[in-house]
Nanobody, 115 residues
């Protein structure tokens, strides 16, 4: 069982930056694929970025170049660096962990970008 706790969200002006953190406990994330997803009010949950246990990254096409996912296995933590934020990036951001058939989600952290 993996518990995921996101932090780092908040209110930021357009053009600003935030770094989200996802701290895992209960198991080591070394062999997990990790990811960030987001859900805006009234919309479905969408992929932001994923990173495999080997460090391969995948991004939503619209976010390439602005967002960067990374992982620190020694700290059991995954990060999402978000730059040049836009009002349309406003959403709850969720951390996800996957290993084979096991999926875990965090509770989410709110990111609000003001214009």
């Amino acid at each position: 069982q993996v518990q995921l706790v996101e932090s780092g969200g908040g209110l930021v002006q357009a053009g600003g930056s935030l770094r989200l953190s996802c701290a895992a406990s209960g198991d080591t994330i070394n062999f997990y694929a990790m990811g960030w997803y987001r859900q805006a009010a009234g919309k479905q949950r969408d992929l932001v970025a994923t990173i495999t246990s080997g460090g391969t990254t995948v991004y939503a096409d619209s976010l390439k170049g602005r967002f960067t996912i990374s992982r620190d296995n020694a700290r059991n933590t995954v990060y999402l660096q978000m730059n040049s934020l836009k009002p349309e990036d406003t959403a709850v951001y969720y951390c996800h962990a996957n290993r084979r058939t096991r999926d875990y989600w965090g509770q989410g952290t709110q990111v609000t970008v003001s214009s």
